[in-house]
């Protein structure tokens, strides 16, 4: 239930809906006042400005791991999905956020890791997907890593139940930590408080950084970039789904 409602919800909680709302309420209000108008308009200029979003995200993510931090002793690392697409015919795509297969590669070939855990089923909500840690797997078997070095959970379709099911492998194969937890820098702070929640000894390892610290100009300070608009949802999920998580008792 709480799976569900989350993805329902997750339209009403993005600044396109919010421009829509008050450019329908301005439309149905205007005979009476202007002000929604000007109301949607501040709101897409705001989440339309670089300099507020990538102060915001800057803020947000998790930051790099230094490099006196990146050969931690660790023997296996936990890579989560959801940079992974399917077609109609079932066959898998990397998308977004597919720097995750690629740290989590690069970690291994370079001997930092001896083995993954690839967390994650499908959460299209829409339609029914592979999941896509079978998918990961195949192409890290192609890239070269070992069958007898992968581990899969398929079931999670969120966060937490990464979390919960990954939990659940480690103590049955009686892993033992502390583990690499691989994911994207905006995703870390949500994820790795949901692991620390569940008794998972944790070292974050961010990847796939959305914003980099770069000198101020006009066109990434003030000049609108509509595209951010998409972009501001993301961090606006993490935002809210961290804050939910907490009130449940989850993170």
């Known amino acids: 239930m709480f799976f569900t409602l989350s993805k329902l919800l997750f339209f009403f909680i993005t600044p396109f809906f919010w421009c ?33 979003y990538r102060k ?43 720097d995750r297969f690629i740290q989590a590669a690069n970690l291994y070939h370079t001997g930092k890791i001896k083995q993954l855990i690839i967390s994650g089923g499908s959460g299209n909500f829409w339609k029914v997907e592979p999941p896509e840690a079978i998918f990961i797997k195949q192409q890290l078997i192609n890239n070269g890593i070992p069958d007898s ?22 103590d049955s194969a009686r892993i033992a930590g502390p583990f690499l937890l691989i994911t994207s820098a905006l995703h870390m702070p949500r994820s790795i408080k949901i692991f620390k929640k569940l008794n998972i000894s944790c070292i974050p390892y961010p990847c796939d950084f959305k914003v980099y610290p770069e000198t101020n100009h006009f066109m990434n300070t003030v000049y609108p970039d509509v595209s951010l608009m998409k972009d501001w949802e993301y961090l606006i999920k993490e935002i809210l789904g961290t804050l939910v998580y907490r009130i449940t008792g989850k993170a």
């Open 20 to 52: 829509a709302a008050l450019l329908l309420i301005g439309f149905i209000q205007r005979k009476k006042s202007n002000r929604w108008f000007w109301i949607a308009g501040m709101v897409f200029l705001i989440f339309s400005n670089p300099f507020i």
């Open 56 to 98: 915001a995200m800057l803020a947000y993510q998790e930051k790099p791991v230094p490099q006196s931090l990146a050969n931690p002793p660790i023997n296996t690392g936990i890579l989560l999905t959801g940079f992974v697409k399917f077609d109609t015919a079932g066959n898998g795509y990397f998308g977004k956020s597919s």
């Open 149 to 170: 070095c992968i581990l899969i959970e398929k079931r999670s379709r969120n966060t937490y139940e990464n979390g919960l099911y990954t939990k659940q492998l480690i």
